[in-house]
Each structure stands twice: as C-alpha cells, then as structure tokens.
C-alpha cells in the first residue's frame, strides 16, 4: 500500500491471492506503478500498468538483467549498499565465478552434484569447514539452506571486522564481482532468453529503479510462480539483490513479499512440516553431525560471529522442556536424545520413491491431496497403493483416500482394486469454523478464530487427533521398558481439555499458551523470546511465535478496526517476531538512525528518549543507538554494531553475495529449466548443476539440450491456479457454487499453436509427456503469445491443476505429467516448467495409454539416463540404483 | 392514480411514488468494473446468502465466463471479455511478440454457434443456454501463415498487437421504472422502502409477464419451481443494516454499496479520475434518470459500449408508451362510440 512500484512476478496475485490485492489496488489509487511480469495475461495482468511477457523458467535472466542495469549505470542506492550490505566486503582469491568456469563456480564436485563452498568465504582468518561435521555433500541431501529459516547460515570470524573495501573498487569486492558476473545480462541477452522485447524489460528497470531512494520504496511480490523451480530459491535471491541494492528492505513500500501457497501455509513452515526442522526453523538434528546439544549449538552460531541465532541454545532448551517437561533436566541434555535424527534426503518425494520401492509401510495425509496436488501424480498414487496402512484425514473423500478404486491406474490396469494392498483409514475432519486456533498468513501474522459451530458426527480437529492419538499411544505402551519408548512415555502430553471423558478436546488456547513459553519458575507466560534462557528455567514451542501471548493476553485474538489505529494496525492480530510489521525495520532508518526520508519514516532514533521508536515495533535492541561499536572482541547479538540492521545474519548485513548457505552459488546464475526445448544462451553449463534428480524409470524426463531429440517434446507448458478452484480441488470440486464457475479442466493455448497444431476452441485436445497423456478442453485465447527465444519460436501452453477423478465436476490430474525434479536447496519440485507435446483429441484410453507414452518415450530416446547428466559436461549420470524388490 | 412521471423519466422518489409515505433513502450499488479482477466471490456469496441453487455445470468458452448471464439461477454475473484492442493507461508487451492474428474473432464465433444450437432453459422466455453435445460446425479456423515463418520479423499487418481484458459484474438493474414490477399482475414485484424491486416467490403465478417485461433480460423464470426469481439487494439484509451479500464479499470495492445519491456524485468523480488518467474509455451506464427506465438503482462505470458487455445500448421500459397507448385506445374507443352513437342518431332520420 506505501510502494510507489509494484512488480509482481511469478505470481498471479489477482487470482490466486485476491483478498491481497486489494492492497494493490489500494496502492494503484494512491499513483504506484504495477508491472505484471508473466508467461500469461492473466487476470493480475487485466489489473495491472503494464504487463510483461516472458519465457518460463527464465526469470533470472531477467532479473539478472535488472541487476546489471542497475549496475552498469550505478543506480544504486549507495547510502543503503555501503553500510547496510556486504557490498564492500572482500571474497577469497580462490573464488571463481560462473564467468570463469562457463557456468560453474570454484568448489563443484561432479560425483556428488554438490559445491565446497569453503572458496566463496569472506577474506578473513580461518580455513572453512563444511556446516557442521558432514561434508559438503550432505549440506544438500538434507537440503541444508532450507534450515537457515527465519535467519542465515553460520559463518565464523565475522563478528570482527571483515576485509572490505569501501570505494567498491576493490576487484574481489562484493560489489564488483557482482557487476561482473552480471555483466552478460544485457538487455539483448535478456530479449533473447526470455522472449521479451527489450522496450519493456527496460520499461521494468527504469521504473524500478525512478521509484526507489530515499522518498521513493518499490516493491516484489512473488508467490509459487516462483519457488516451484529447479532453481527458485535463486530466483528469490535474485530479487533480493535488486531490493538490496536499490535500498528497498526494511522499508515500507518496499521488500519482497512472499505469497503463501494457501491458509496457514506459513505456520506451517513456522511449526513446520517439514522433515528437517524444528519449530522456529531449529535445525532437526542430524545423526553424523549433531551427536550431543552442545554440538548441536555450536554448529548454528560460529564462534566469532553476530545475530540473535547465537542464543540457539535457548530456544531449543526451551523446545525441549515445553516436550519433555519434568523430564527433561540438565543431566540429560534436557532430552536432547530423544530427538529424531535425520541421515539424508527424507523428503516428500523421497518418500514416495521409498513407497514405491517398498521401503515404507504406513503414511498420514492431513489436508493434502497428493494424488492430484502432487508432482508426479502417478508416482504419488502407485506410491500409496503399495503401503500396509494408509491415514487420511480430510474433509471430503478425496482421490488420496479413494485412489485404490478410482485412479487413472485402474483404467489402465496397474492397479487392481481387489488386490491393492494398502488399507485406507478415512477420518472425517472438522473445518476452521468448527474448531478455535489461529492461521498464520503470508505476512507472518497470527489471527485468531472462535469456533462458530460444533462440528458434526464423526468429524473432529486436528488437535483432538492427535491429543488422543498420543494418549492412546501412551497407554498402549504404559508399563513399557523398552528404552525406544521413552521419548513417547516421557512427553508433557498434559494440555487442558473440555468436553466428554473419553471425546475430549484440547485446548487450542492452552496450546497456543505453550507455544508462546512459560516462565517454569514463577509458571507465568513470558514475554517473548529475548526472555528465554538456556538453563532449562523456561518452555516455549516455537521460539518466533514467544510473544503472541504477551502479558498473559491472546495477541493473535486482537481485532481492533484498523480505522480505529494508525496505519500499521498493531492491535490487529500478532505479527511473529515480537508484533514487528516489517522485518529489518532498522534500515528505514539511515545509518544516524534517522529516516531516509519524511514520506518514508517507519522506525527512528529518538536520541532525547534513548531508544528506537516509531509506528512499527523496532527490530532492533531498542536501546542500542545507531552509533554503538562493541567495546572488544564478542559474539551474538552483542557483536551486532549500531549500524548492523540484518540482525538475524552472522555478520549484521543484507547479503548481495552469500558467502555460504546456497548448495547452488552463492550468486542467482541463469540456468535452463530441467526440461527446455533451448540451450542456454549464456553458458556451456545447460540446468542447475546442483539439481536433485531421481534418474528412474519410474521418473522419466523429456530431453533437454544438448541431448538428443528435444523436438518430440517441443512446447513448453506451465500451470497454476484458478480463483475458482482450491488447490487438488477437495474444497472447491466437491462445492456446487465453485464447480459451477469452472467446470471443467481446459488447456489454455495461442491462437498460433491453435493453427500449428490444428485445436479448435471448446474442442478436445491431450497434451503428453513422457510421464503420460492428459486430456482438456481447449481454450484458444489472445492471452497466450508466442515468444521468439535465440531466434526460434517457442510456444507455451497453460493448464490448471485442480482437477482430479471425483467431486461434482471431474478431469485428469493435471499433475501426472510432471515427473520429480528439485531445487537442491529447499527440495521443492520444478513443477512451474516442462516440456510436451499436444495433440488434438481425447487421448487413448485405458493399456493404449501406456502404449502411446511409450512410443513418444522410445521416439525421444528416453532412458533413465536422460536428464540426469546434472553437468553438462562432467559426464556424470545420477542414476538410481535398480532396486529389488 | 397515476402520477407524472410515475412510468417513464425522471422520478425524484421512486419509494414515495409507490406509497411508503415514510422510508429510507434510496439504495443500489454502483459497479466499477476498472477494478474487477474478475473473481466471482460477488456470484458465490449471492448464492450462499440467497440460498440460490447452482445454474448447471457447463463450459461456456467465453473466456471465463461459464455462468453465461443472468437468470433465475444466477442474480450476480460476472462477464469476461477479451479483445484485441489497447486499454487506456494500460502497455501490453504483446505488439512486439511474434503473433498472428487475434483469436479472439473464432472464440466469439464457436461460442455464438453454440449457443445457436443450444436448448433454452428456464421458462421458455428464459435465456439459459446448455451444453451442446454434438459439435459445432466447422466455422475454419484462421488460415494465416505461422508466424515466423514470414520473414524476419516474424508478424505482419495482421498480427495482432494489442489486448485487453475486461470483467464486469452485472446484476439486477433496480430501474426507477421497473418493467417487471409495472406488468406483473399478481403484485407478486413489488417496489420496497429502499427504492428497490423484489419478487415474492409466494405470489408469484408464473406467468412470466416480467421475463417479457424486463429491458435487461435480468428477470427469468426457474425451471425448478416456475416462478420468477431475481436479486433482491439483499432486501433481508438491508433490513438488518448490512450490506448486500455481494458487495461484503467483494474484495477491490468494485461493487460499491450505497445511497444513491452519494453512489452517482462518487461515480462522477470516478469517471473524472479515470479520464484524467488516460483511460478515456471510462463511462457510466445507468445513472442518468433521463434514459428509457428513468436511471437505474444498479449502475455501472464501463470500460467499453454496454453491448460488449452484453448490456442493452438504449433499454426502455415497455411502460413508457402505456400512457400513449391508453390515450390512443381512448381516443378510439371514443371514436367508435361517437360512430355508434351517430350510426343510431343517423338511423333515426
């Protein structure tokens, strides 16, 4: 609402967020410039002042381009970049960058796919180790950079002063090799990856860069358009080094506003669901590198560097009292054994290969729908008929529950009804109206909701689930011995609860209570995180949520009317870190600690006061002025300098470069998506080198260049999300009042490609992979362009993933034609971008299914082996080994 | 008793007119379509309120437009167009592409073939269109050379170079003079203290007069029970002092709520706003009390001439020509009693 310029890419905001864009809209009015950066005209485009084209999957390109503009005419906001970033700060001479090695850095190990990164350190004292005890390697089966959340990765010897050189000449300096390693992506290099025409991508830069300094804040806003690549953590990156550079984060109108996939996705993340953290993004130990706590501690602060993940020690103590309770005492570790450990890649999809190869035996789904949501359908749905057990929760029948009679496998024969294996336990669900808690939404907001009505029947909520799973559990093993049912047996597993003995249901507000954290010794809630000790003399769940129960009020319940408030709207729900709005809030403020600017004041010193004031609740030590160097040699939070803002970083500063902490560079670098019909235009280097691949049978790829046979594969295809429809459709499909508005899963096409490959507009038309075919109703439309990409013409195709075998309105699974490949940093799948084929027609039906793949399969020359050469020119496959079963 | 202006043109005070002696001051909405993003939680949140059943599943192909316009189903109709032409204030990077000509022309034409060849729902006044299953003739698609293949640049004259697209939420029109209300025999229509026109299902016969009456082709009767259903403006919640359903749910302020009055001097300066902007195709479209119904209570800001949107250039209420008709009939019925009367006075000689 206070950007004076808006980008949105990589995201269909209007559609996909359209609660949200009425602050775009709100921001429109007030005269912001919105750019709409798309593969598509969508209806955020419809919306916007100018809309963009571009290729999918070529966005760094662009951005980088962006960089370069920046660069090349020093539009930088110099009085930000110098002191707030690790512009000046020098790299090791070993470093080689993507310019020198045609599109691999210094440290690459092509057995492995995986970097060294001990060349892209700082030049300070020191050799440097891998993160922890493992090697480099293991940094990416466990997806390590996911685990450096909320702050950055460990560093050591940053506290102290680092090599820098001030004047930015300096040719090791961050800042020049920023400007050459970006130095290629002219806006004609970016016409010719992208696709799109030179005047508008300058049209982005000059705007950009017009509405950013010290009156003027631009903002990104990005959603999964994004982050569903083999290289999309880059991509982001690659926004941040425009935001850094231009001096627009901690500011308000600026940032880089992440758009959450759904509800409460982002305390999801926060309370995580994922398989290598811990609440508040605590690293989840690791069985070779996290032997005891104190090494466990040592390994997320280094010895000699800044930030608030120095005091680690506390919020993970204080995780463990909040499980263990009593039990959990400094004699042992406060139980720290009890942990799980993790050894390696146990994500989602690896799980479902494990499936497959009979490695797992039973499986919880609660509120996903993978047999349609998930990439690789296929897989994803011949991966649960091959279980004991199989846990659904939910709040209809969804295609995850009744797969086993209704797949697109049945029709084919691979999976027989009578004989599927996996017994599917479904139990009903209660809905968010039906149940008190809260949603964290895409800005790190906490609200709270009261249930409105009793849920029905059989239906309950997630807590009382597994409050009763867990109790149940408890009694089973009650009396037990066995040393492996400890952690079980010992868990505080005491939360309040109200109802019917036997049918209880949990406190959601004792557990929000207990995610906030208790003071043990006088058994009041604390205040938030800087109150959390180490000693074992506090419990908190989740150490960034410590606070939203401040002084003993539910903060998140707070629904004063924003009229009634300033424009930040504190008193609206709770904001995690401590109510802060905007993170990083102290580079508002210019290195003096006053605004940049009048229309731009957010947080201030107030000299008369002694502290940090202003409309948002400072994140900054609110008494530390803006000129406090530390006295001597010290660590932590003490370290941070009165000029540090990035208080969560190992050396207090926005990172253009990234010295450590990214598998795949330390620089966002153009690379081709794993399926491209193009070479990359920029480097030898094809793909990400570092991507995870799974070379199987099971998991084909469609060629890519330099490989043979890329035109059986052709096109280009993208998908995302309607306004309709919710996701895998369970909420949307089953729903008279959304099927109605989008009945039936359709295949968005140019009217160019309509003629190339003779589709008629409402007319059936099946687009293929070497995954398999997918049938929709074809919609002809001007939204859809071709673009001329290194002299060739490249045509795209879009479809909506919502569809699936049940609900009122019914279509193939859109998902089934994209196989598993991962960005090695967070492993999330590139499902954003691939190659195809499409066909007018219905496709084959039932085994001739299987028989058209393959022949598209044998006329590409797919193994195994294809796409799994992650160099281009190492000569290494990644192929899984055969397994036996 | 008719009243001057009671049928046709300007009327200061539509509930007075139709005898609430004392009534709050007329309510409608005003629609600014430059802000619709085209989400339909305005169709949805009608439905749920006004427990409307769901209008079929069918694939219109008009862009994204599978409710295809108002009826009995379907009270709040977001319509979607999609052209070939440039929006003001708005740069598209499509010019510079290496496109062929606009698709646009085929859309429209399967879709009107279908809808040829549709069968009529609702009442057989109704204006529902089905699902065609048999295909639509072959209409040929574009035959132009693909592009790139016509040298270097890839796009000749004929390519198409520019895009827009347009959302606009339609709904009842709440005339000042509301063809439906004027003709229905039952008093099943009938005006409230708000100003605006709502059906009770109760009294209605099913005689479908209204469908017939209405200028907009709002009114429709459902196949479900027989009897003509519209939007009400959320006449129950207007009671209640909230807002219609639609424009609560509407996320962009693109159904705006609210006293007339207030809605047609905001919508002014909305227009003006726009203009000043660059987009000079901004109008308004149902305010004037001086057009056919005597101005709408549902008024709109459009982007484009209204039948783009499906929406009547110049709608009058059949009533307008109802005085002259009775003066016409009047006048015969007096001449041929004059002529009776002289027939016999004649005889007489």
Redesign the interface.
């Known amino acids: 609402m206070h950007s004076d310029c808006i980008v949105i890419m990589g995201s269909n905001m209007?559609?996909a967020h359209?609660?949200g864009?009425?602050w775009v809209?709100e921001a429109k009015e007030r005269g912001a410039k919105v750019f709409h950066v798309d593969p598509r005209?969508t209806?955020?485009?419809?919306?916007?002042?100018?809309?963009?084209?571009l290729r999918v999957g070529s966005d760094i390109a662009f951005l980088g381009g962006v960089i370069n503009y920046i660069l090349a005419g020093e539009h930088d906001f110099r009085e930000y970049v110098l002191p707030y970033t690790n512009a000046s700060f020098l790299i090791r001479e070993e470093f080689r960058d993507t310019e020198d090695l045609d599109g691999l850095f210094s440290g690459y190990d092509p057995a492995t796919a995986s970097y060294d990164q001990s060349s892209w350190h700082y030049e300070s004292s020191g050799p440097v180790l891998p993160a922890n005890l493992r090697p480099w390697a293991e940094e990416k089966e466990q997806a390590s950079p996911d685990q450096h959340g909320s702050g950055g990765p460990k560093l050591d010897g940053v506290a102290g002063s680092i090599p820098s050189d001030p004047t930015l000449q300096h040719p090791r300096c961050v800042y020049q090799i920023l400007k050459r390693h970006f130095s290629r992506y002219t806006p004609e290099m970016v016409e010719q990856i992208c696709?799109?025409?030179r005047?508008?991508f300058l049209?982005v830069c000059e705007a950009l860069v017009e509405n950013s300094g010290r009156e003027r804040t631009a903002a990104f806003v990005y959603s999964v358009g994004w982050t569903q690549h083999t290289v999309g953590a880059q991509y982001i990156r690659a926004a941040s080094i425009i935001q850094l550079l231009l001096g627009n984060i901690g500011r308000p109108g600026g940032g880089i506003l992440a758009l959450r996939g759904h509800a409460s996705i982002q305390g999801s993340t926060d309370v995580p669901t994922l398989f290598n953290l811990l609440p508040g993004y605590l690293v989840m130990p690791s069985a070779a590198s996290h032997p005891d706590l104190a090494t466990y501690t040592s390994t997320i602060c280094g010895k000699e560097q800044k930030g608030f993940w120095c005091h680690a020690d506390a919020y993970l103590v204080s995780l463990l009292k909040e499980y263990w309770g009593d039990a959990a005492t400094p004699e042992n570790d406060f139980c720290y054994d009890y942990l799980p450990r993790i050894t390696g890649d146990h994500g989602t999809y690896r799980t479902v290969l494990d499936m497959v190869d009979g490695k797992v035996f039973g499986y919880f789904l609660l509120g996903q729908n993978p047999a349609v949501g998930s990439a690789h359908g296929r897989i994803q749905r011949l991966g649960m008929a091959n279980l004991d057990w199989l846990v659904v929760r939910d709040l209809t029948m969804i295609e995850s529950a009744s797969f086993w009679k209704d797949a697109p496998e049945v029709e084919t024969g691979e999976i027989v009804p009578e004989r599927c294996r996996t017994e599917v336990f479904f139990f009903p669900a209660a809905a968010h109206t039906e149940k008190d808690g809260t949603f964290t939404q895409t800005q790190r907001m906490l609200q709270w909701r009261d249930k409105a009505v009793d849920p029905i029947a059989d239906q309950r909520s997630e807590l009382w689930f597994f409050y009763h799973l867990g109790r149940r559990l408890r009694e089973r093993l009650a009396g037990s011995t066995d040393e492996r049912d400890r952690p079980l047996l010992d868990l505080a597993w005491d939360y309040e609860v109200h109802g019917d003995p036997g049918d209880e249901e949990p406190s959601a507000d004792h557990v929000l209570r207990r995610i906030n954290g208790y003071d043990l010794t006088t058994g009041r809630v604390v205040d938030g995180y800087t109150d959390l000790k180490a000693d074992g003399s506090t419990s908190c769940g989740c150490w960034i949520y410590s606070g939203v129960y401040a002084g003993g009020v539910n903060q998140a319940r707070r629904r004063k009317p924003r009229f009634e408030q300033d424009i930040y709207a504190l008193e609206w729900g709770w904001t995690w870190p401590m109510n802060r709005r905007i993170l990083y809030n102290r580079a508002s403020a210019d290195p003096a600690g006053r605004p940049w600017s009048e229309r731009k004041a957010l947080v201030w010193w107030d000299p008369e006061r002694g502290r940090w004031t202003g409309y948002d609740v400072p994140d900054f030590e609110p008494t530390k002025p803006p000129d406090y160097v530390p006295p001597g040699p010290t660590k932590g939070p003490d370290a941070l300098h009165g000029d540090d803002p990035f208080i969560m970083q190992a050396d207090g500063k926005g990172w253009l470069f990234s010295p450590r902490g990214l598998v795949d560079g330390p620089l966002p670098t153009h690379y081709e998506p794993h399926e491209s019909p193009v070479r990359n235009a920029l480097y030898v280097q094809q793909g990400d080198p570092t991507r995870k691949v799974y070379g199987r049978p099971d998991n084909p790829s469609n060629p890519s260049p330099p490989e043979p046979n890329v035109d059986v594969f052709p096109y280009v295809f993208t998908a995302s999300r309607?306004?309709?429809h919710h996701t895998a459709g369970g909420m949307s499909r089953t729903l008279?009042?959304?099927?109605?508005?989008?009945?039936?899963l359709?295949v968005e096409v140019?009217?160019?490609l309509?003629?190339?490959r003779?589709l008629?507009?409402?007319?059936w038309a099946h687009v293929i992979t070497s995954r398999t075919a997918v049938e929709a109703?074809v919609?002809?439309?001007?939204?859809l362009?071709?673009?001329?990409v290194g002299g060739?013409?490249v045509h795209q195709i879009w479809m909506p993933y919502h569809w699936g075998p049940t609900g009122?309105?019914r279509g193939d699974v859109f998902n089934d034609l994209l196989g598993i490949t991962l960005d090695a940093n967070v492993f999330i799948q590139e499902s954003k971008v691939a190659t195809c084929d499409i066909r007018p027609g219905p496709r084959p039906r039932g085994p001739a299914l299987l028989d058209y793949v393959a022949g598209y399969r044998e006329r590409a020359g797919i193994t195994a082996a294809t796409g799994a050469v992650v160099c281009t020119t190492c000569g290494v496959k990644h192929i899984e080994q055969e397994v036996r079963r | 008793m008719i009243r001057e202006n009671s049928l046709y043109g300007p009327l200061d005070d539509v509930a007075a007119d139709a005898g609430h002696l004392e009534h709050p001051p007329r309510v409608g909405f005003f629609t600014d379509t430059s802000?619709c993003?085209?989400?339909?939680?305005c169709?949805?949140a009608c439905?749920?309120w006004n427990l409307v059943?769901?209008?079929?599943?069918?694939?219109l192909?008009m862009?994204?437009d599978?409710?295809g316009m108002l009826g009995a189903n379907t009270w709040r109709h977001v319509a979607f167009v999609?052209q070939?032409i440039p929006l003001g204030?708005?740069?598209?990077?499509?010019a510079?592409?290496?496109?062929?000509?606009?698709?646009?022309p085929?859309?429209t034409e399967?879709?009107a073939a279908?809808l040829r060849h549709a069968e009529r729902g609702g009442s057989e006044l109704g204006t529902n269109p089905l699902e065609v299953h048999e295909?639509?003739q072959d209409l040929g698609?574009?035959s132009?050379s693909?592009?790139?293949d016509d040298g270097a640049d890839?796009h000749g004259a004929e390519g198409?170079t520019d895009?827009?697209?347009?959302?606009e939420s339609d709904v009842c029109k709440h005339c000042t003079h509301a063809g439906c209300l004027d003709v229905c025999p039952t008093g099943a229509l009938f005006r409230t203290e708000f100003g605006t026109v709502v059906v009770q299902q109760d009294i209605c016969n099913g005689c479908g007069y209204c469908v017939s009456g209405c200028p907009y082709g709002v009114i429709d009767r459902s196949p479900l029970d027989g009897r003509a259903h519209k939007c009400t403006l959320c006449y129950d919640r207007l009671h209640d002092g909230l807002e219609p359903a639609c424009a609560k749910a509407c996320?962009?302020?693109s159904i705006q709520f609210g006293e007339l009055d207030e809605l047609r001097e905001r919508a002014n300066r909305r227009v003006a706003t726009l203009h000043d902007r660059g987009v000079t195709e901004a109008r308004l479209y149902g305010e004037d009390p001086d057009d056919g119904v005597g101005g709408t209570g549902a008024f709109f800001l459009l982007l484009d001439e209204p039948e783009v949107y499906g929406l009547p250039p110049d709608p009058v209420v059949p009533t307008r020509d109802a005085p002259a008709m009775w003066r016409a009939a009047g006048i015969a019925a007096a001449a041929f009693l004059t002529a009776a009367v002289g027939s016999f006075l004649g005889s007489r000689r």
Not at chain 1, 738 to 743: D, I, R, T
Not at chain 2, 53 to 59: H, T
Request: proline share 12%; aromatic share 8%.
């Open positions: 209007a559609e359209p609660v864009f009425q809209i005209f209806r955020t485009s419809a919306l916007a002042h100018h809309y963009v084209p696709g799109t025409p005047e508008q049209a309607l306004t309709e008279p009042y959304l099927s109605e508005l989008q009945p039936a359709t140019s009217p160019e309509a003629a190339e003779g008629e507009h409402l007319g109703r919609m002809v439309t001007d939204r362009a071709p673009l001329r060739r013409l009122l309105v | 802000v993003i085209g989400c339909k939680a169709e949805v439905k749920e059943p769901d209008d079929g599943f069918d694939l192909g862009s994204y599978n409710s999609e070939d204030g708005q740069r598209t990077g499509i510079e592409l290496p496109t062929g000509p606009s698709g646009t085929v859309m399967v879709v279908r295909p639509p698609m574009p132009f693909r592009p790139g890839g198409r895009f827009r697209w347009l959302m996320p962009t302020d």
